[in-house]
């Protein structure tokens, strides 16, 4: 069974500052892996993925994460964080051909003046 | 524009009573899916249809149904609500061959007094 870990169910960043969320991942062979971000009182939207290829991956918003197999990560960077990333952002893994998203806990982001 | 839409975005309804909630999407999607969100553990699929008529449980499908007589249209039913049913629930729906690339709705927000 797949399993995703947020380390974090909080975290608080200063505009401009570096946001670094972490996830980590359990799983039997090597899966596909997202990131989703949810604003306040909106659905999840995608943010990025990795399915293969190149490890390190930008999606939206200036957002970026790196796939590392022997860590068995997929943390999600930013390198100066804007009031509008004040969100909840979730990883998720899936089995390359599974029909199935497991998501981890969410982290939810508090972007301070 | 994609488009996910739930039929309310709160809800408030009595213990022991029958709950209807509706999604529909306008991208002629095969899958859909419904999930429950609660603070901590993230989204947890309750079930979901990769085509009209059918469905597949997911991790938490105990006190819940779904319906699916139409491709747009993913209905889910508490046939008889309590109150550990209160929380966010989620609609989303994906491509048959994407399903990690899911588009959500806004949710709905149950509350069972």
């Known amino acids: 069974a797949q399993s995703v870990t947020q380390l974090g169910s909080h975290v608080s960043v200063s505009e401009g500052a570096l946001v670094l969320l972490r996830c980590n991942y359990s799983?039997?062979?090597?899966?596909?892996l997202f990131w989703y971000v949810q604003y306040p009182n909106q659905g999840l939207q995608l943010l990025l993925k990795y399915t293969t290829g190149a490890t390190l991956v930008k999606g939206i918003n200036g957002f970026e994460a790196e796939f590392k197999k022997s860590e068995t990560s997929f943390h999600l960077t930013k390198p100066s964080a804007h009031m509008s990333d004040a969100a909840e952002y979730f990883c998720a893994v899936i089995k390359a051909a599974g029909n199935k998203l497991t998501f981890g806990g969410g982290t939810r982001v508090l972007v301070k003046p | 524009d994609v488009k996910v839409t739930q039929s309310s975005r709160y809800l408030v309804k009595r213990t022991g009573e029958k709950v209807f909630l509706e999604c529909v999407q306008d991208m002629d999607h095969e899958n859909m899916f419904w999930y429950r969100q609660d603070p901590g553990l993230g989204l947890r699929l309750i079930y979901f249809?990769?085509?009209?008529?059918?469905?597949e449980k997911g991790d938490i499908p105990e006190g819940y149904s779904v319906s699916r007589e139409k491709k747009e249209r993913f209905s889910l039913i508490l046939e008889s609500a309590s109150t550990n049913q209160t929380s966010m629930y989620l609609c989303a729906s994906s491509l048959v061959n994407k399903p990690y690339e899911q588009y959500f709705g806004p949710g709905t927000r149950l509350t069972v007094t």
């Open positions: 249809s990769y085509d009209v008529k059918m469905k």
């Open positions: 799983s039997s062979v090597p899966p596909y």
